[in-house]
């Protein structure tokens, strides 16, 4: 979570946002090569229990469901979609891509569980009350959660 900005930085912000000059980047690959790059990280295997794992990690995110941890029925007003368990799997092919390899192991759906789903959980009230971040109760799900059942 980011805290909010104090008056020297927006202030700072506000100076680079705002001005009539645009920033420079720099072309790293055109936009035939970014479909290339996204069909080769739609090629990338994720075998079956991998699947499941990560499957599995979000439906631990759902109240009373199926899967759910005692911090998830306590803590999560709602769980993560099945659009989490798709960002689950693309980026853990990216992340296995990034690392030479072209099937998704666990590591990397655990490595990305965090940064995919923290957005994707609502707290309820408890958890809001007791300053309960969303990583929190994602790390407990994910160190609980076995990769194969």
């Known amino acids: 979570l980011v805290n909010y900005s104090g008056r020297e930085e927006m202030a700072a912000i506000l100076e680079r946002t705002t001005r ?3 920033p420079v980047a720099n072309k790293v690959m055109d936009g ?4 290339q790059w996204q069909q080769l990280v739609r090629e990338v295997l ?4 991998v699947q499941d794992y990560a499957i ?3 439906l631990a995110t759902h109240p009373q469901g199926e899967f759910a941890t005692a911090e998830t029925n306590r803590y999560l007003r709602f769980g993560a979609s099945p659009r989490a368990a798709q960002a689950l799997i693309l980026a853990g092919k990216v992340r ?5 390899r072209f099937n998704v192991s666990f590591e990397d759906v655990r490595r990305v569980y965090l940064p995919a789903l923290r957005h994707r959980v609502l707290l309820n009230f408890e958890a809001q009350a007791e ?3 969303p990583d929190t109760i ?4 994910v160190n609980e959660v076995k990769e194969k059942v």
């Open 96 to 100: 296995a891509l990034l690392e030479g």
């Open 56 to 58: 599995r990690l979000v």
């Open 131 to 133: 300053n309960i971040a």
């Open 46 to 49: 994720v075998a079956p229990p």
């Open 20 to 22: 009539g000059e645009w």
């Open 32 to 35: 035939a090569q970014i479909r």
């Open 138 to 141: 994602l790390s407990q799900i």
